[in-house]
T-cell receptor
């Protein structure tokens, strides 16, 4: 079956530090890959997506590249802000399963 | 995009009782979904709420325990029946206007069963 593995949190960084949150997946078929973000007290929001190998999704300074050879979709940002503090979820979707499969989420805490 | 609200935002319930969670979308959507997020775990899909027909449940979830209604294109309810402490979780509603992978989520309902 499909599964997503994320690095465990919490991740604590100082403002302007470089961020990487690792995500690897196992899937049958050819998945689309996503990062969702959940800010405190809010619902999950789609942050970025990539639908095929070598695609790069980007939004709000965050990037992730679909790496089929390593089955990975790591989230990166060059300079984090306090306002980026949230929980980040990696997810995949395949037409075979027709549903989203989520990782466990990684909490990011950015301090001044 | 769609804005989704859920009621209640949280509740504390006694075992053996039932709770109905409401999900309202601000626009018509094609698909609506219910998820459970247990402490420290990922989101697990409970079921897809189908407008005008019975919900489609995932393995491990049954209609008697989690009855779902979807009377129109903007509203759905999930009932957690005969609750036990193991049902303590966050329950999330989501909706999709097009492809089912691009989903919009509500803020969740935090349920504690004592």
């Amino acid at each position: 079956g499909n599964s997503v593995t994320q690095m465990e949190g919490p991740v604590t960084l100082s403002e302007e530090a470089f961020l990487t949150i690792n995500c690897t997946y196992t899937a049958t078929g050819y998945p689309s890959l996503f990062w969702y973000v959940q800010y405190p007290g809010e619902g999950l929001q789609l942050l970025l997506k990539a639908t095929k190998a070598d695609d790069k999704g980007s939004n709000k300074g965050f990037e992730a590249t679909y790496r089929k050879e390593t089955t990975s979709f790591h989230l990166e940002k060059g300079s984090v802000q306090v306002s980026d503090s949230a929980v980040y979820f990696c997810a995949l979707f395949t037409g075979t399963a027709s549903k989203l499969t989520f990782g466990t989420g990684t909490r990011l805490q950015v301090t001044l | 995009s769609a804005v989704i609200s859920q009621k209640p935002s949280r509740d504390i319930c006694q075992r053996g009782t039932s709770l109905t969670i409401q999900c309202q979308v601000d626009s018509q959507v094609t698909m609506m979904f219910w998820y459970r997020q247990q402490p420290g775990q990922s989101l697990t899909l409970i079921a897809t709420a189908n407008q005008g027909s019975e919900a489609t449940y995932e393995s491990g979830f049954v209609i008697d325990k989690f009855p779902i209604s979807r009377p129109n294109l903007t509203f759905s309810t999930l009932t957690v029946s005969n609750m036990s402490p193991e049902d303590s979780s966050i329950y999330l509603c989501s909706a999709s206007a097009g492809t089912s992978y691009e989903q919009y989520f509500g803020p969740g309902t935090r349920l504690t069963v004592t």
